[in-house]
């Protein structure tokens, strides 16, 4: 469905888009994304459709895909969303954010089916999985910047923010697992204990 959705995304809007934003002698920037999109489209779906994920964590999924549309494709101010600045914060910076949340989430995922314990430092390897992720988009986007000339990837500074903004977000996983173990401990003393509630 997501390779659908790409391709259609790409033939109706993102191919003009792209020529409107970077001009036609950077179309082969364009191909570089898409075929990486599109490759990382297939190899998820080969290695992981016989996993069950609920539709709950499939739907955040469809959010960060879309934020990423969204990104490229709503005209704010006659500037990409990409391009705009949220509470002094590029958007771009969010939607690394909520990927990298979303990332972790799959990962624990993973880790459940696999029946491998959240405990201890594998919290650590699921962070450092979705950094490890978003390193291989930036790399990525290396190697745009150093084959593709007038590319519109932003230099150095703007990889590390990338990354940063992809920490933050698998830190706020670590967050949510802990705010979550928190409050199913506190129902849990408060079935054992009916009357400590009051």
């Excluded at 290695?47 to 990423?68: A, C, D, N, T």
């Excluded at 101010?77 to 705009?84: F, P, S």
């Excluded at 290396?142 to 990889?159: E, Q, S």
């Amino acid at each position: 469905m997501n390779a659908l959705l790409f391709l259609m995304m790409c033939v109706f809007v993102y191919y003009s888009r792209f020529v409107a934003y970077r001009g036609a002698a950077n179309i082969h920037e364009f191909f570089v994304y898409a075929l990486a999109i599109l490759l990382a489209i297939l190899f998820l779906w080969l290695h992981f459709r016989r996993y069950s994920f609920g539709p709950g964590l499939l739907l955040m999924v469809q959010l960060g895909i879309l934020m990423h549309f969204a990104g490229a494709f709503v005209r704010v101010d006659d500037h990409r969303l990409y391009d705009e600045f949220l509470l002094g914060i590029r958007y771009d910076k969010y939607v690394h954010l909520v990927n990298a949340f979303v990332s972790a989430l799959l990962v624990r995922q993973l880790f459940i089916l696999r029946r491998i314990s959240l405990a201890g430092i594998n919290r650590l390897f699921v962070v450092l999985t979705v950094l490890g992720l978003g390193a291989l988009v930036e790399i990525v986007e290396y190697l745009v910047v150093n084959t593709v000339r007038n590319n519109g990837v932003g230099g150095y500074d703007n990889n590390m923010q990338d990354l940063i903004a992809n920490m933050f977000g698998a830190t706020l996983f670590l967050v949510y697992l802990a705010v979550r173990e928190r409050l199913a401990s506190r129902e849990a003393r408060d079935r054992s204990f009916p009357d400590a509630a009051d």
